[in-house]
């Protein structure tokens, strides 16, 4: 209790920049650590429904104070002196621009600014070197798992000026979630600049390809199995218990929406299911209200990292959120539905291939992150640990997975230059071990029509990272003929292997 009232008498009061959901809930998780709280957002019936809301909360430590005029929000913080803290909770972007210009009037030399939006690195760094003028600190926190995470601790990464960064952290350990079985909070000092929004960015493409994937293998189950929700539940639940995919968050949750059922009149009705009355539309992406996603898929393609299980997740609900226009085309195409399977010799066999599918499609999605998070991390002269994502993301957010976190987290602490997490043993034993399930599964999935983007793409993307012998050779002679792009030559030292450069050779496949 000590420790907590430290680093709460510390600051004293925090003010929140946004009362939408996430930033509401902040307010209430502060306000229970001990801190008043100063809460001010552009739209006045925000704060309002807000402060509403605080009338009829119990449990509250600080006090809560609403605001509809920003200057009189900024002085609310003044009064102990010091250093004051803000933390913004809005959308990334233009918004987010439009608030700091409005409140960098407010601001002093000494100030803390908290982002908490789903920002892009860049925009955060601009952010900085803004501030860094008037002497304001500007630190991009990634902050995951949802509005309920935000309300009883989140994994958070942080990234900034180190100085800044080491007043806030027992702060933010005190807010972020606890990991199960050591304790310790789920938040880093990830590095410099925009690093912390970067690893959250990436956080969040894993999240986007095991999405896929999980919604995949429900199709599988349910129009390929013919298994109701019940029973689809109760298999997620026993994944979710032990195996490979033991207290995995999104495992957890896929239980939880297939049992969910509608409430009618404040009872349950027997005969209907929540999950019924969801059409297959993820807007987030079409509409821009989510930019991670997109930002991850482009980081991979411009730093030259294979991220296929990402990618295809978020191509599929990129396809999915416009279904005004494929069903049109549905109409011009006239594409078969998923199939039932008929010769089902053993169920409890082909569930547990899938079992394994998913997993392995679960551990590619983090050996491509992984790998992106590094190759930044190395551009951008950020030093990240590795090790520290896996940490961190082992409660609070939405791809907690403890026995992938347990499988990465001890090689990459102890070799901090890792760059590619299949070259470590473990891992690509695990991606071997389960090779053969995830092809089975796949195999019969389109052979029945089903939609499989992101298994499908795993099962390639193992096949072609771990492949010697690949038809590219192909591609590269077609390149020499039409754009004299060059080539190197197989068993020639120095050009096989070789560096990541073009080739010296060249051939007139056809005279200009």
């Known amino acids: 209790m000590g420790a907590q009232s430290d680093a709460a008498m510390k600051w004293k009061r ?3 920049v946004g009362a939408g959901n996430m930033g509401s809930m902040m307010g209430f998780a502060f306000s229970e650590l001990g801190l008043d709280v100063s809460i001010w957002d552009a739209k006045s019936a925000n ?20 605001y509809h005029d920003i ?3 900024a002085d609310s913080l003044r009064q102990r002196g010091g250093r004051r803290l803000f933390l913004f909770s809005i959308t990334h972007g233009t918004p987010a621009d439009e608030v700091l210009k409005l409140i ?38 990634g902050v995951s798992g949802g509005y309920q995470s935000a309300r009883h601790g989140p994994s958070m990464s942080a990234g900034g000026n180190n100085i800044a960064l080491e007043e806030v952290m027992p702060l933010l350990e005190l807010y972020a979630a606890k990991d199960p079985k050591s304790g310790v909070p789920c938040v880093s000092n990830i590095g ?37 929700y019940e029973e689809i539940g109760e298999i997620f639940e026993a994944w979710n218990t032990d195996g490979e995919l033991h207290t995995n968050y999104l495992v957890k949750i896929a239980s939880d929406v297939c049992r969910t059922r509608k409430a009618v009149n404040g009872s349950e009705a027997e005969d209907g299911y929540v999950l019924d009355d969801v059409l297959d539309k993820v807007v987030q992406d079409d509409d821009s209200t989510e930019g991670t996603p997109s930002w991850s898929i482009m980081e991979s393609a411009m730093r030259h990292v294979s991220c296929p299980t990402l990618a295809a997740g978020f191509y599929f609900r990129v396809a999915s959120g416009n279904r005004e226009e494929r069903l049109q085309v549905a109409e011009k195409l ?10 089902i010799k053993d169920k409890s066999q082909m569930i547990e291939s899938l079992h394994r599918a998913v997993y392995c499609a679960f551990l590619a999605s983090f050996c491509q992150g992984l790998e992106l998070i590094a190759r930044a991390s190395i551009d951008e002269g950020w030093d990240i640990s590795l090790s520290e994502c896996i940490r961190i993301w082992r409660a609070g957010c939405i791809i907690q997975s403890e026995f992938i976190a347990d499988l990465l987290e001890p090689f990459l602490q102890e070799n901090k230059s890792f760059t590619n997490a299949k070259l470590n043993s473990c891992v690509g ?28 793409a795993t099962l390639e993307y193992i096949k072609y990272t771990g492949g010697t012998m690949l038809p590219t050779k192909f591609m590269e002679a077609q390149m020499d003929y039409f754009g ?8 020639v030292q120095g050009e096989d292997p070789g560096l990541v450069a073009k080739g010296p050779h060249h051939f007139e496949w056809n005279p200009a």
């Open 14 to 16: 925090i003010g929140i």
């Open 47 to 66: 704060v309002n429904n807000f402060m509403k809301q605080v009338e009829q909360a119990k449990g509250l430590n600080g006090r809560i104070s609403g």
């Open 71 to 73: 200057s009189d929000f």
């Open 104 to 141: 960098k009037k407010h601001l002093m030399k000494g100030d803390i600014i908290l982002d908490g939006g789903n920002e892009h690195y860049r925009n955060t760094e601009r952010r900085q070197r803004a501030c860094q003028g008037i002497g304001v600190d500007w630190i991009g926190m």
């Open 192 to 228: 410099p600049g925009g690093s912390g929004h970067f690893v959250k960015m990436v956080h969040n493409g894993i999240e986007v390809g095991m999405l896929s994937v999980i919604c995949e293998a429900w199709g599988f189950m349910h129009s390929g199995m013919g298994l109701d």
């Open 334 to 343: 006239s594409m078969p539905d998923p199939k039932s399977f008929t010769d």
């Open 429 to 456: 034993k695990e991606l071997q071990r389960n090779f053969t399930a995830l092809k089975d599964t796949v195999l019969r999935g389109l052979a029945a029509d089903h939609y499989f983007p992101a298994l499908s």
């Open 484 to 491: 004299a792009h060059a080539y190197n030559k197989p068993g």
